[in-house]
């Protein structure tokens, strides 16, 4: 079935540090990407997505790019800010029939100290 | 309005309780989730709801009730719980479902933190 790999946490980074959390995947056909963000005592937000191969997503100084040779989407951010601490969640969705869901990997919780 | 409004924020209930989560969006999305998180989990899908009608129970006990009244409202009925359905209950509703839907994002709301006593 659809499985996503993340980078396992906790991260700790200093402000302005360049920020990578690795995210791989296994999908049959060719699933959407994304990562969402849970801020404490929050649902989950959208912070960017790609939908196909060589497709970069970005927001708010994140980006990540759909590498369909390496099956991954890594995030990254080249300065990141102590309102960055949050938890990352890497998920994926594919149009097969009866698995349209959304698949999420376990989160890397992030926590920028100034 | 791009807001997915859940009530109510904490809920501390005993076993023999029932009481109901509810779930509301004003903006026009034809489908609406409900999940469950666990700490330091990510959420794990319960049900999914197409155009009003349940379209995906991933096997959840039957102490667990869904039910859609109209196109805006999500709620989720709760009877003799567990203390392990502990749980932070995450609502989410998307433009869509199904495979014609697979690119869009999902808005979630801030959620309902349960505790079963």
């Known amino acids: 079935g659809d499985s996503v790999t993340q980078m396992e946490g906790p991260v700790t980074l200093s402000e302005e540090a360049f920020l990578t959390i690795n995210c791989t995947y296994t999908?049959?056909?060719?699933?959407?990407l994304f990562w969402y963000v849970q801020y404490p005592g929050e649902g989950l937000q959208l912070l960017l997505k790609?939908?196909?191969?060589?497709d970069k997503g970005s927001n708010k100084g994140f980006e990540a790019t759909y590498r369909k040779e390496t099956t991954s989407f890594h995030l990254e951010k080249g300065s990141v800010q102590v309102s960055d601490s949050a938890v990352y969640f890497c998920a994926l969705r594919t149009p097969n029939f009866g698995n349209e869901k959304l698949t999420f990997g376990t989160g890397t919780r992030l926590t920028i100290i100034p | 309005d791009t807001e997915v409004t859940q009530t109510p924020k904490h809920l501390v209930m005993g076993m023999t309780n029932k009481k109901s989560l509810k779930c509301e969006q004003h903006?026009?999305?034809?489908?609406m989730y409900w999940y469950k998180q666990k700490a330091k989990k990510p959420p794990e899908l319960m049900f999914v709801?197409?155009?009003?009608?349940?379209?995906i129970n991933e096997s959840v006990p039957s102490r667990f009730s869904p039910e859609c009244p109209n196109s805006s409202l999500l709620n989720l009925h709760l009877h003799a719980l567990q203390p392990e359905d502990s749980a932070l209950y995450l609502c989410?509703?998307?433009?869509?479902?199904?495979?014609?839907?697979?690119?869009?994002?999902?808005?979630f709301g801030s959620g309902t933190q349960l505790s079963v006593l």
């Open positions: 989410a509703s998307s433009q869509d479902w199904g495979r014609a839907a697979t690119n869009e994002k999902l808005f």
């Open positions: 709801y197409s155009y009003e009608k349940l379209s």
């Open positions: 903006m026009g999305h034809r489908a």
């Open positions: 999908a049959t056909g060719y699933p959407s």
């Open positions: 790609a939908t196909k191969a060589d």
